[in-house]
Antibody, heavy 121, light 107 residues
Framework: QVQLVQSGAEMKKPGSSVKVSCKASGGTFSSYAISWVRQAPGQGLEWMGRIIPIFGIANYAQKFQGRVTITADKSTSTAYMELSSLRSEDTAVYYC??????????????WGQGTMVTVSS | DIQMTQSPSSLSASVGDRVTITCRASQSISRYLNWYQQKPGKAPKFLIYAASSLQSGVPSRFSGSGSGTDFTLTISSLQPEDFATYYCQQSYSTPYTFGQGTKLEIK
């Protein structure tokens, strides 16, 4: 069974960048897309973008365009999400999630454990 | 972007109750609708896809219905482990968007 294991919590200063990793184990990595979803404290879920590792093609929510970069390393079965120009509003738990097609419908079937990113001066 | 609106935002119920959560899309999304359950401090868990198909391993007391703009998630007989927050999510078009969540609490 595929598991997604994310890197540890981060404390960052405003204006800096953060890079979160998501390593897949126990299954095929490249065949599926990996999405990144964030959740601010006490708030709902927000999709940031996704990558299909086998193609290396990423697409992003317009809200994050220009600030987020999602990449994948097939050799290590690891996806990355880098967010730049951090501000306090970016304080959130960041999740990676395997994105599969089920009845032509994309769904997030397996999730990482989450990485808390705190932005504070 | 497609807006997803859930109602109610919170709900109190007892073990054994039947509960229904509604999700409305700002435009037609056919059946491109998924449901997730999230418990405090945990990642969401995938429950239902394509509006009404149960993910493998999810108890049959969970069911989903709807198409177009209006969808429902029903739990036929609440169990203690079902008290959590539920989110709908559309996959009709990117950016994929979620409802604001419905918190299901014990009465």
């Amino acid at each position: 069974q595929v598991q997604l294991v994310q890197s540890g919590a981060e404390m960052k200063k405003p204006g800096s960048s953060v890079k979160v990793s998501c390593k897949a184990s126990g299954g095929t990595f490249s065949s599926y897309a990996i999405s990144w979803v964030r959740q601010a404290p006490g708030q709902g879920l927000e999709w940031m973008g996704r990558i299909i590792p086998i193609f290396g093609i990423a697409n992003y929510a317009q809200k994050f365009q220009g600030r987020v970069t999602i990449t994948a390393d097939k050799s290590t079965s690891t996806a990355y999400m880098e967010l730049s120009s951090l501000r306090s509003e970016d304080t959130a738990v960041y999740y990676c999630a395997r994105t599969v097609e089920m009845s032509t419908n994309d769904a997030f079937d397996i999730w990482g454990q989450g990485t808390m990113v705190t932005v504070s001066s | 972007d497609i807006q997803m609106t859930q109602s109610p935002s919170s709900l109190s119920a007892s073990v054994g109750d039947r509960v229904t959560i509604t999700c409305r899309a700002s435009q037609s999304i056919s059946r491109y609708l998924n449901w997730y359950q999230q418990k405090p401090g945990k990642a969401p868990k995938f429950l239902i896809y394509a509006a009404s198909s149960l993910q493998s391993g999810v108890p049959s007391r969970f069911s989903g219905s709807g198409s177009g703009t209006d969808f429902t998630l029903t739990i036929s007989s609440l169990q203690p482990e079902d008290f959590a927050t539920y989110y709908c999510q559309q996959s009709y078009s990117t950016p994929y968007t979620f409802g604001q969540g419905t918190k299901l609490e014990i009465k």
